[in-house]
């Protein structure tokens, strides 16, 4: 009996013939077929190598030759010189802002009472303001060293810009609360006792010179920046 097709009975040479099974096949084509089935596929070098279409492929081979043409050193590198050049203006204004904010309302009460001693107690709102200048330093030096197209830019350099900043910074922040509490007793005192000023202005001093010391030692650490390998 012949199979009934879409367009009559189907005789028995036009007949498709089902494939052989394994069993059926001679034994070294059997031999094949079983190590085909068990064998994994081997991929080719370049789909093992780019895992992506040829259009992604393309754009990621250009994106990788742009930045190996105009970035040399560690790509995380950069991230840490820019903190530490953050780090030094942020901490060193804040410790500014805190001084000038403190020892103003002392200068603020006092004047009500002394409106004659206002210039003369006006020196620990300057002296508080001279911090952001410190940070200000630090933080021009460090982005101005960081130019990876011109010179290569590796992590010992990031890590010293980034040990620069927070120095300078941190310092600045604990010279700016010191003049910004000593500046509002002061010159509360001093409308009391004229004689306190002289006093007032050394405690201010010598608080000064700690934001001072972050300064110093930021500049010798980003001038470390560099010199972790030979060019």
């Excluded at 992604?56 to 840490?80: C, H, I, N, V, Y």
């Excluded at 002061?186 to 004689?195: F, I, L």
């Excluded at 700690?210 to 500049?219: E, K, N, P, S």
């Amino acid at each position: 009996m012949g199979f009934i097709g879409p367009l009559g009975p189907l005789s028995s040479k036009s007949r498709p013939t089902p494939p052989l099974l394994i069993s059926q096949q001679k034994p070294d084509v059997q031999i094949r077929e079983i190590k085909n089935c068990l064998e994994p596929k081997q991929l080719s070098e370049s789909s093992t190598r780019f895992p992506f279409p040829p259009i992604l492929r393309s754009k990621r081979q250009r994106f990788r030759s742009t930045m190996a043409s105009t970035f040399s050193g560690d790509e995380t590198a950069p991230f840490f010189g820019f903190l530490g050049a953050a780090a030094a203006l942020v901490f060193s204004c804040m410790g500014a802002a805190y001084g000038t904010a403190k020892s103003g309302v002392g200068v603020a009460s006092m004047g009500v009472m002394r409106p004659e001693l206002v210039m003369k107690s006006i020196v620990p709102v300057v002296m508080a303001g001279v911090l952001g200048i410190y940070g200000l330093i630090i933080a021009v030096i460090i982005s101005t060293g960081i130019n990876p197209k011109a010179k290569s830019y590796y992590l010992f350099d990031g890590y010293a810009h980034l040990s620069s900043g927070l120095a300078c910074g941190l310092a600045g922040l604990s010279a700016g609360m010191a003049i910004g509490i000593v500046g509002d007793a002061g010159v509360r005192a001093n409308a009391q006792q004229p004689k306190l000023f002289v006093g007032m202005i050394l405690i201010l001093i010598f608080a000064e010179a700690l934001a001072l010391y972050g300064l110093i030692v930021g500049i010798i650490l980003s001038s470390r920046a560099g010199q972790s390998r030979a060019e």
